[in-house]
């Protein structure tokens, strides 16, 4: 190997990653940002839209929760449970879903973490417009 090639490829394996294989930051870049967790195992969360009067739900999780399964709405005279899908989709946001009633209508939340125990959303439910903004906490 030539003498000027050695410094050259030395630095190659840094610029490589600069970004992830999909074109978002690398584990580096995001170190002071804010991390979603990869499972809401374990969790209970509380689910405030804004509104007039706010509209609060709260789900609590299983603690061996995966990606899809079943949640609890604990805000119901009798708590129901209700399939969910939860997806990590950058490193401080993730997608939260729910299916509802007879038709099969859709809930989302894209959330946006600001810590490890809170953060706010965008609500769309099948049907509606324009997402509702809102935030969330673990408790």
Aim: aromatic share 8%; glycine share 10%.
């Amino acid at each position: 190997m030539k003498p000027g090639l050695l410094p050259f490829v030395l630095l190659l394996p840094l610029i490589a990653c600069g970004e992830g294989g999909d074109g978002s930051p690398s584990d580096a870049q995001v170190s002071g940002m804010v991390v979603a967790p990869t499972s809401l195992s374990g969790l209970t969360l509380r689910l405030v839209r804004m509104g007039d009067p706010p509209v609060e739900d709260v789900w609590a999780f299983p603690a061996d929760a995966g990606p899809e399964g079943m949640a609890m709405l604990q805000t119901m005279e009798d708590p129901l449970p209700l399939p969910y899908r939860y997806e990590k989709t950058a490193p401080d946001r993730t997608r939260l879903s729910f299916t509802a009633g007879a038709d099969g209508d859709e809930e989302v939340y894209d959330m946006t973490w600001t810590s490890a125990s809170q953060g706010t959303f965008e609500y769309l439910a099948s049907g509606d417009a324009e997402p509702i903004p809102g935030s969330f906490q673990v408790e």
